[in-house]
């Protein structure tokens, strides 16, 4: 990413940052690279998937984050104290109705864009918007979850559940369409 221009970044339709670390993920770019993805969707029209940590990173961060959202900055969501670290998180959305997914110290999106999913506390967990002329959506969990991920945790929602409605995702973000939102 370092070594690619605005110009050829503005050649693809869909940018899609995963989980990991987005401390690490901001730092290991330099702030041309930044500018240049941030430039490329703002102003030329990519379109943006962040996914827990790609969600942090898409919003403002003293990491060589993206701001894409206009100066917001999101915070891990609370789990309503029942700690941190992979669990089995229900998250709602106005079109799927109520769903188990993988959370692993994800973000919550208070203050930016439409709400598409909903966290147990009814905080922000899926949020979709403009920013510039490109489309963003921004999850806090992990919908592509495998099965494996699953491990030691109860799901009342099959991985296949889960990870269909990443493919919901994934395809909102390529098309630029609206997802339901509450």
Known sequence: MNAMSETTLRSFKLLIVPGGNSITIGRSLTGTATANIH????SGGVHYLGICAGGFFGGESIY???????GVWFNVYADAGLGIGPEAVEISTPSSGKMDQYWADGPQFTGWGSIVGKYPDGTPAVVEGKSGVGWVILVGFHPEAPASWHYGMTFTTSAAVDNAYA?????????GTWLPHY
Do not use: Q
Not at 64 to 70: F, K, Q
Not at 167 to 172: N, Q, S
């Open 39 to 42: 430039n490329a969707i703002v």
């Open 64 to 70: 060589n984050g993206l701001n894409l959202t206009n």
């Open 167 to 175: 493919g919901t995702l994934i395809e909102a973000a390529l098309n």
